[in-house]
């Protein structure tokens, strides 16, 4: 069963940038859209960023013009770009296949302070 570990949340200020980079224990890339969610405390996860095989991106309204989705197939990675980050971007984020049928990984915790 393939494993999805997300790393590179943190603590950030306002406007600050952050980038999350997201591995598979084996190749699932080349062969799936793939996608990074987020889910807020009281909140449902979410779609912010999807690429798919073609290297298509979109985004949800929220973030678009300032994350950036990304996918190196070589090395089974895909990554979020964060850029001017706001408090309500906070929340866990995760990748996984769009739509997801992966198992989720734990997540990367990503906190913007004011």
């Known amino acids: 069963q393939v494993q999805l570990v997300e790393s590179g949340g943190g603590l950030v200020q306002v406007g600050g940038s952050l980038r999350l980079s997201c591995t598979a224990s084996r190749s699932i890339f080349s062969f799936y859209d793939m996608g990074w969610y987020r889910q807020a405390p009281g909140k449902q996860r979410e779609l912010v960023a999807g690429i798919t095989l073609s290297d298509s991106t979109n985004y949800v309204d929220s973030v678009k013009g300032r994350f950036t989705i990304s996918r190196d197939n070589t090395k089974n990675t895909v990554y979020l770009q964060m850029n001017s980050l706001k408090p309500e971007d906070t929340a866990v984020y995760y990748c996984?296949?769009?739509?997801?049928?992966?198992?989720w990984g734990q997540g990367t915790q990503v906190t913007v302070s004011s």
């Open positions: 996984n296949t769009n739509p997801p049928f992966a198992p």
